[in-house]
Structure formats: C-alpha cells, structure tokens
C-alpha cells in the first residue's frame, strides 16, 4: 500500500508537471477574431459607430475527441468622442478536459486616440483578474484501473492530491492600433507581468502573449465613398498569435457586400505547418434607420483540422458569434477623425 501511494504521488506530480507545460500557458484564440475586438486588442475599446456596443462569441473546439474545449467570451464597451475612444468591460472563460480545468478572467478595458483626417492612433490598456481552478475527483489515476476491466467505477484513489485546486492572480495587458485610410494594424501584448498559475507550488508562469493583426479595405465597386455601406469589398487579413513557444498565424480574406460578409481563411501552426482551413459567413443586420447606427451582427464559422490529428478524429471547431451597437437617444452621432474608424474593416 505504502508503495502504492509512492508511485501515486509520483503521478500526480509527473500530470501537474505534463499539464503546467501543455495546457497551461496557452491561451485560446478566435477564428472570428473581427467579432471579438476587446479580446484582439484593447486599443479597439470604443473604436465602433455607435454609443455602445455588446459582443459575444463562443468557440467549440475538436467535438470529435473526448473532454470538453469549450471557451467563450462577451464584452460591453462605450464609444467615447471626446478622445476618439472609448471604456470596456470583457469576461473570459475556458473549460477543458475531462478535469474541467476551469478558467475565468474578467477585465476592463480604456483606449484613447489621437490623429487626423488621415490616421488614427489608438492605445489601449487592459486589468483585470483571473481565476484558475481544476476539479481533482474528476482524475483518474492507475489505482483506480484494472489491468483487465479498465477503470473500475466507484473507486477511491489512495493518491495524495495537492491542496490547492484554484489560483487567483492580477492580469495586465496593453495595445496600440493604427488606422491609415484603407489599411489598419494593431499589437497587443497580454499577461504582461508573467503570473504564476501552478497548483502544485512549483512555479509556472504565464507566458505573454503576443497578437498582431493587419488589414486592408479594397473596394470593389465604383465611386466608392469610405465608410458606405452599400457596395461590396475585399478585406484581406493577417493575425498572428505567439506565446511561449508555440505561435500560429492565420491569413485569408473576407468578401463583403452590404450586410453580407464571407470569409476563407487558412491558419498554420508554430511550425509552420497546416492547422486548419476556415469557413465564415456574417450577416449585418439593420433596424431602423442606418444613420442611426443600431446593428446587430450574427456570426458563424467552421475550422476543418488539416494537421495531424486530422479532421475525421476531431469533427473540427464550430464558432457563434453575436453583436449589437446603436447610439443613445438624443446622442450627438460625433465622429472624430473624420471617421476613420476600425470597424470599417470588419
């Protein structure tokens, strides 16, 4: 028995060791990273045509493998003139695995911007706090598994499980955003200051993460007139994500004509190998009248898995995503900069 628990203890410390390397320290990221801005960037706070503006968007990833990869994100910002920018309020949350690793982060965003009728300079700031927790009873270790019959329902494992099954820990992040005529560019960095995450007491820090996105407005029809909304554009994109050692980047472009907007998009891995293909479509809709700047915004997105595990072991990543904005009654409808806005490229 005494060596039963040796070799159990051994486990559970080898697992915490396995999973502070693969699971924790990653952060999820959004095929449909235009439908959520706050997560993206915290420089595109307030960066909308509208007063206020509300997003949410889930992510359910590889239904074909066993556990949950389940993460969603929802977010409320203002759009504030007077500086051309605007306040926020974003909640984050990633359950994954059998063990429900469990993660939940709740932030408020501030942006502020400066330039011109030809540019606009956005800065951004993120704080914030995240919680980390992991069910124990939900592990199985060799104890509770027969040679023979496999796992053996009911049974108690006689492993010493560490005493801490969450962390709570401060979570700070920063971007900028650049808006010049028909291009746009952001960098963001988050978990700035490197938190520790482990469980066991052994020291894991949260690596950063880093996210760059650019793109480019083309116009598709004659006499364009920036910022319309009728007519139809090619908006080609490229975001890149690293944290650690691991980075992905995806590439593709977005088809939009009015209210409609198509996408295909292809991400490789850190290796420079293929991750997935991606399929969108976003409808734009209108109540009332346009000038009035109320839209809401219905996503939905396919990743087909082209790496290794392939697509028929994991079914793929499907995504919904939701968004509503307008101005307040009685609102001014000012637009700084003369409108040079980032939403233009979603």
């Not at 503006?53 to 910002?77: E, H, P």
């Not at 083309?218 to 908006?235: E, F, H, K, M, R």
């Amino acid at each position: 028995m005494a060596r039963m628990k040796v070799v159990s203890k051994y486990i559970v410390l080898v697992f915490l060791a396995g999973w502070s390397v693969a699971a924790s320290g990653q952060d999820h990221i959004y095929s449909q990273f235009y439908n959520a801005p706050l997560y993206l960037n915290p420089a595109l706070t307030g960066q909308f045509e509208g007063d206020i503006r509300l997003n949410m968007i889930y992510r359910n990833q590889w239904t074909g493998l066993s556990g949950t990869l389940s993460y969603i994100s929802a977010s409320a910002d203002l759009n504030i003139p007077n500086f051309g920018g605007g306040l926020g309020l974003q909640f984050n949350r990633s359950t994954e695995g059998t063990a429900f690793l469990v993660k939940n982060n709740v932030a408020a965003t501030y942006s502020y911007s400066v330039g011109s009728d030809d540019f606009v300079l956005s800065f951004g700031i993120q704080a914030g706090f995240t919680n980390r927790r992991i069910n124990w009873d939900k592990l199985v270790f060799s104890d509770q598994i027969d040679n023979r019959l496999g796992y053996i329902p009911g049974s108690v494992s006689s492993a010493q499980l560490p005493d801490m099954a969450q962390r709570f820990f401060f979570d700070p992040g920063a971007g900028i955003n650049l808006v010049y005529g028909n291009f746009m560019a952001g960098v963001a960095a988050y978990h700035i200051n490197q938190p520790d995450e482990s469980f066991s007491g052994a020291q894991a820090k949260l690596p950063g993460r880093l996210a760059l996105n650019a793109s480019y407005r083309l116009a598709l029809t004659q006499n364009y007139t920036y910022g319309a909304d009728d007519g139809s554009y090619l908006i080609p994109s490229v975001v890149y994500y690293k944290q650690g050692n691991v980075s992905s980047m995806s590439a593709g472009a977005q088809y939009k004509y009015k209210g409609v907007n198509t996408g295909l998009w292809y991400r490789t891995s850190g290796e420079g190998g293929p991750d997935a293909i991606v399929i969108s479509l976003i409808f734009d809709i209108f109540s009332g009248a346009r000038r009035n700047g109320e839209k809401l915004r219905l996503g939905i997105s396919h990743d087909a898995t082209t790496s290794k595990i392939n697509y028929t072991n994991t079914n793929g990543t499907t995504e919904g995503s939701i968004g509503y904005q307008k101005y307040f009654p009685n609102s001014s409808s000012y637009n700084k900069f003369n409108g040079l806005r980032c939403y233009d490229f979603y």
